[in-house]
């Protein structure tokens, strides 16, 4: 199984949106609504933002918000903060009943 | 509070296994999965399987499949990952996650080296 495919990095100033995307499959992403997205800080254990695409667990700011469209996942990080920065991951069930993460993108607050 | 701990660091050689625990708590353990996931200095998460701690079940990533071991004892609320012929290509934080990945444990460093 291979990893999802993210971009290495992505940037903006406080108070952008960005969006990182997560593509995959017709038989992970494209397949399944169970993708869902990490942020992890260095040296620490990776949080769950997103889960089942668009929804967020409770605590997480609304400013984060996902989304499909076929075989690519998104996440839209909306007004931007500095404690935003960090390294972001997407992962997704398999047809496999397996699951698989995302390269990884590393996420500068400019 | 919902909680997994990991146990401790742990240096092996190449060629040993290692057996890393995850003891959950504040929850009803044979409800959830339990997932495996490492990271390589550096790297990116990757998913090693899970095992459904009601029945014993378990999926394996292909990548790991013949060398990683998952087993539960629901007596002590308790996951394990067992990784045998180690390299020093594992050295790495394992971590556990209850299915939905909304909860992790600390993590454990497992260094190979000779």
């Known amino acids: 199984q291979s990893a999802l495919t993210q971009p290495a990095s992505v940037s903006g100033s406080p108070g952008q949106s960005i969006t990182i995307s997560c593509t995959g499959t017709?038989?992970?992403?494209?397949?399944?609504?169970?993708v869902s997205w990490y942020q992890q800080h260095p040296g620490k254990a990776p949080n769950l933002m997103i889960y089942d695409v668009t929804n967020r667990p409770s605590g997480v700011s609304n400013r984060f918000s996902g989304s499909k469209s076929g075989n690519t996942a998104s996440l839209t990080i909306s007004g931007l903060q500095a404690e935003d920065e960090g390294d972001y991951y997407c992962s997704s069930y398999t047809s496999s009943s397996t699951w698989v993460f995302g390269g990884g993108t590393k996420l500068t607050v400019l | 509070q919902v909680q997994l701990v990991q146990s401790g660091a742990e240096v092996k050689k190449p060629g040993a296994s290692v057996k890393v625990s995850c003891k959950a708590s504040?929850?009803?353990?044979?409800?959830?999965?339990m997932h495996w996931v490492r990271q390589a200095p550096g790297q990116r998460l990757e998913w090693m399987g899970w095992i459904n701690a009601g029945n014993g079940n378990t999926e394996y990533s292909q990548k790991f499949q013949g060398r990683v071991t998952i087993t539960r004892d629901t007596s002590a609320s308790t996951a394990y990952m067992e990784l045998s012929s180690l390299r020093s290509e594992d050295t790495a934080v394992y971590y556990c996650t209850r299915n939905g990945m909304d909860v992790w444990g600390q993590g454990t460093t497992v260094t190979v080296s000779s």
């Open positions: 504040g929850y009803t353990f044979n409800g959830y999965a």
């Open positions: 017709s038989s992970d992403v494209g397949a399944y609504n169970y």
